[in-house]
């Protein structure tokens, strides 16, 4: 599906997930050895299946009432609905139980097929529009195809180093996970999705995140809510950061002692020890 370039954070997820479903596709292709772990736990099919399931789910997220295209997970709405980061696993485990397509071709037709339904049900909407996601939050429609773009990014990565077949994540996409995705999610209502057994602690921690890809951004967490604050204001750590590097390592493939040691990640502040403390609540899944 052709998608027209802009400059802008709308015309540029259109364009890089349009781009990223077909190199994705490519490599799921590609790889010799589909049954090899991608992951701790998923093959590179597996870990493919698991992308398409989410691209199939977001058919219909973007067009709420529509049943999502190859995927039947009964009572799917409920588990939506009871999802947090904490129990996220749980939903991957039902989805991927239902969800049993392997074969790579199919799964490679089916992302390509879902993804231009995704492009051509949104080509008109107002990006700003939101949507029901996960534990009761509210997303815009671009932060969804941010998210989209993210899992194909993160999980490229994941087949081509079990495939040893390369794979790029370009700045400007990976900074999209925080402008649009991050953004979209934090401003809006984010429902139980952060919600986590661990007992709340009371408090204010502020982080600025800045890098060369992204708006800088101040989020601030606050009795164990988080929301997004004026750049400069009251901050107690300063990150600078590469967008590829920040997100594999909040998705747990990159160590954040080496992102640091390599100074893909620089940390600062009056008080840089509370970043992993505030991480512990603002955390993707690993």
């Known amino acids: 599906m052709a998608v027209n ?26 790889a010799q050895h589909p049954a090899a772990l991608a992951t701790a736990r998923w093959s590179i099919v597996d870990t493919a299946a698991h992308v398409v399931a989410i691209a199939a789910l977001y058919t219909s997220t973007v067009r709420p009432g529509a049943a999502p295209s190859a995927l039947s997970v009964p009572a799917i709405g409920h588990q939506l609905q009871a999802t947090t980061m904490d129990n996220v696993s749980d939903l991957n485990e039902v989805v991927m139980r239902h969800f049993t397509e392997r074969d790579p071709e199919i799964l490679t037709q089916r992302l390509r097929a879902d993804v231009d339904q995704i492009l051509g049900t949104t080509e008109n909407v107002d990006p700003a529009t939101l949507v029901p996601w996960l534990g009761g939050s509210r997303l815009p429609v671009a ?25 790029s994540i370009p700045p400007r996409d990976a900074a999209l996970y925080f402008d649009l995705f991050l953004v979209g999610l934090l401003t ?64 747990g493939r ?29 955390r993707a899944p690993a």
């Open 5 to 30: 370039r802009s400059d802008d954070g709308w015309g540029g997820v259109r364009e890089s997930l349009d781009a990223t479903a077909d190199r994705f596709g490519d490599l799921v292709r590609t």
């Open 188 to 251: 809006n209502d984010h429902g139980r999705l952060l919600d986590s057994a661990v007992p709340v602690r009371a408090g204010r921690i502020a982080v600025e995140f800045r890098s060369a890809y992204t708006s800088t951004m101040t989020l601030v967490l606050q009795d164990g809510r988080v929301s997004v604050d004026e750049p400069g204001r009251d901050l107690d750590v300063r990150v600078s950061f590469d967008p590829p590097t920040m997100n594999l390592m909040m998705f």
């Open 254 to 282: 990159v160590n954040r002692s080496r992102a640091v040691l390599t100074r893909k990640i620089v940390i600062g502040g009056r008080r840089p020890w509370l970043l992993p403390r505030f991480l512990r609540t603002v």
């Open 143 to 167: 932060a969804v195809l941010a998210h989209l773009l993210n899992e194909l990014l993160i999980h490229g990565w994941d087949i081509a180093r079990a495939a040893r077949l390369p794979w």
